[in-house]
T-cell receptor, first 112, second 115 residues
Framework: KQEVTQIPAALSVPEGENLVLNCSFTDSAIYNLQWFRQDPGKGLTSLLLIQSSQREQTSGRLNASLDKSSGRSTLYIAASQPGDSATYLCAAPKKDDYKLSFGAGTTVTVRA | GAVVSQHPSRVICKSGTSVKIECRSLDFQATTMFWYRQFPKKSLMLMATSNEGSKATYEQGVEKDKFLINHASLTLSTLTVTSAHPEDSSFYIC???????????FGPGTRLTVT
C-alpha cells in the first residue's frame, strides 16, 4: 500500500517569501505524481502533474520536482501571495492501479 | 483540465433518509470514476471505484449497502447514502479518470449534513 507523507503540516510565511512543500512516498513504482490545491470547503484543483519519466514540471510561479529513487517530490511556490493561502495535497497512483494515495496536506498561510 | 460537476453542492437531510449525489464528467467520457470522503482537516479517503456498466469496487471498511454507487452512463456516476446517520455527515468528492494519462479530475464536492 502506498503511503504518502507531507511535511510540514502547516506553514505560515510573510508575503513575498518562497514556499517549499515536501511530499514523500513509500512505493516508487508510480505512474505520475500530482499536486493539488484545496481551498476551505471546496474541491481539488490540479496544479501540476509530473510523469514518472520527468524530473520536474513548471507552471508560472510553481515548480515541482520528482525524485522517484528517493521517493520524494517538492513543490516550490515563488514570491508567495496571500491568494496562495490554501491546503496543498500531493498524490500518486501506483503502477498496478489507478487509485490515488493522498498525503494529509500542508496548510499554507501567506500573511499580507 | 477537465470539468467535473457535482450536484447538489450542499444537502441537509434527516436521520434515516437517503441522499443521492451526482457526479458528471462534462468534457470526456469516463469509464472510471472515484468517490472520496473527507473529514474536517483530514485528507481524502477513497471510498470506491465506480466502473461504467459494472459493479463498483469498494475499499476495505466501506459498506457497499450503505453507499450505493451507480455508473449508468459514461458521463454520470451517482452515490446514494442510504439510511443516513449523523456520522455520515462529511464532504464527498468525486473524480473522473482520464485513462492513458492516469490523471484524475475532481468535482467541487458535496457537503452532507445529517441531522
Amino acid at each position: 500500500k502506498q503511503e504518502v507523507t507531507q511535511i510540514p503540516a502547516a506553514l505560515s510565511v510573510p508575503e513575498g517569501e518562497n514556499l517549499v512543500l515536501n511530499c514523500s512516498f513509500t512505493d516508487s513504482a508510480i505512474y505520475n505524481l500530482q499536486w493539488f490545491r484545496q481551498d476551505p470547503g471546496k474541491g481539488l484543483t490540479s496544479l501540476l502533474l509530473i510523469q514518472s519519466s520527468q524530473r520536474e514540471q513548471t507552471s508560472g510561479r510553481l515548480n515541482a520536482s520528482l525524485d522517484k529513487s528517493s521517493g520524494r517530490s517538492t513543490l516550490y511556490i515563488a514570491a508567495s501571495q496571500p491568494g496562495d493561502s490554501a491546503t496543498y495535497l500531493c498524490a500518486a497512483p501506483k503502477k498496478d492501479d489507478y487509485k490515488l494515495s493522498f498525503g494529509a496536506g500542508t496548510t499554507v498561510t501567506v500573511r499580507a | 483540465g477537465a470539468v467535473v460537476s457535482q450536484h447538489p453542492s450542499r444537502v441537509i437531510c434527516k436521520s434515516g433518509t437517503s441522499v443521492k449525489i451526482e457526479c458528471r464528467s462534462l468534457d470526456f467520457q469516463a469509464t472510471t470514476m472515484f468517490w472520496y470522503r473527507q473529514f474536517p482537516k483530514k485528507s481524502l479517503m477513497l471510498m470506491a471505484t465506480s466502473n461504467e456498466g459494472s459493479k463498483a469496487t469498494y475499499e476495505q471498511g466501506v459498506e457497499k449497502d450503505k453507499f450505493l454507487i451507480n455508473h449508468a452512463s459514461l458521463t454520470l456516476s451517482t452515490l446514494t447514502v442510504t439510511s443516513a446517520h449523523p456520522e455520515d455527515s462529511s464532504f464527498y468528492i468525486c473524480s473522473v479518470l482520464r485513462q492513458g494519462a492516469y490523471e484524475q479530475y475532481f468535482g467541487p464536492g458535496t457537503r452532507l449534513t445529517v441531522t
